[in-house]
């Protein structure tokens, strides 16, 4: 019978084997989305986030790994794109240089921006359109596969980000790839 | 390390810009959103029936818009909307925005529901020249929330509607029920939301789906009950999750927190006995 204990006294903070912190670059809905005027999909872009995690060892090859992530925001024309994560990952260490990952991440799309007004094409005249007026955020979950290959303190990774992963029709996948650099917690109290 | 962080400030900033179509980012008030074609409209110079209208604009819908991920919107089949005014057919589209201009005698029928689709004719006030295809707007708003959009199909002698292809009428109604749910043009010419109408388009792009996510945005209910939910904006209801995910996010958020808590313990702690320690020296 599975059982899960969210008591602190089940908690042992010897049992953080490792501290990261993540450096990558994020891709969004990577070719699947209209990037021409003649219907090419977007390709790779260097798009970085941040992220931390800490990796808390239930048994000697399986950890938990909750971090919490910022993908850097996009905001040349009044609109600003920020997306917040916060996810755990089950890791699994197939070998001592390999680990596998099945995790969610809660997303967080926001967008911001001042309101105003903007003049653009409409058949052969212009006419006024509008800047959104205020902030939105949009929730997601997000089902999560990934690899991290490790070496000494250094790791990469890549994962996916499933969107709609129980809807077939609407089924989007982002990508991201980081670099990781990884510390004992017992250097955070040198 | 050093070289990929000097990379995150050198990295090129993408450009959003993605419009909308009112001032108060309107958008209809429940996410199911029907779709009607007149009972009058035979849009004989368009080159095609009521019926495939409807199919189309349906489909268009359904492989564009409702396809976005992280949008709640659902765009659906209302049906052939039983009506005998002419004024669908030879009236002006009056936005919402300027209905104080518009005399309700010659001007389209604004007291409608969700998005009704008519093949209109009026080349005075809508369709000026053979390169308007179709006309779009919400005519019924109040405050941020649309309750019904018009979409006009030029009906005149000198449309062009009726030389296009299957995929250009059907990006041309993906695109006026873009318009239809409060979205406006962008200047990215890959969008579906860019005026020009294109023939090759399959996908959107992702100013597209920013602007369908900024107006009807998903929303998660409960988060394992530890957000105590996030309820949509003006009331609506909160989207069902699947239970075990929420659990799983409750579970996860919950290891965040008891571990962010344990090193600020441990951190109290640890800084306790130096100051202790230096105490006794």
Redesign the interface.
Known sequence: MLSISLSSSAFELEKISKLNLQVGTWLENYQQVRARDNDAVNGFELRPYLGLGAKYQLQQKMAIIPEAGWVLPQNKEAVTKNIFFLRADFNYAVKKWLDLKIGSSFMMQSYSAEGGEDRLRNGDETEVYYIPPERRTAYNQTLDLGAEFIHKNMGLRFQTHIYAWNESDERMYSYSLSYLYGFGPQELFK | ?KF??I??FL???????????????AAFGDKNIKIYVTSNSTCSEAGISKEDLLDLAVKGARDFW??????NINIERGGILQTSNNLFLTGALCASDSQTSCPEATSVPTSIDDIVIACNNNTTDNF??S??LALSAPVRVSNQTIKGSIVLINDSTNTSFDTLSYNERLSVLAHEIGHAVGI????K????M??AN?D???????DD??AI??LY????DG?GGFFGG?IGKDGDPPIK??LL??L??G??????L??F???FT??TR?SRLFVLKKVNS
């Open positions: 390390m990929l962080l990379c995150l990295y090129p900033l993408s450009v959003y810009s993605f419009r909308l179509n009112t001032n108060t980012a409702n396809k976005v991920p992280t949008s000026k020249s390169s308007y406006g043009h962008s200047n010419n890959e969008a579906l860019y005026y294109s090759k388009l399959s996908k959107l792009s992702q789906i920013d996510t900024y945005p998903n929303r998660l988060c996030t999750q699947n995910m929420s799983l996010l579970t996860f958020l919950g290891w965040i008891l571990i808590t344990k090193f441990a951190l640890s």
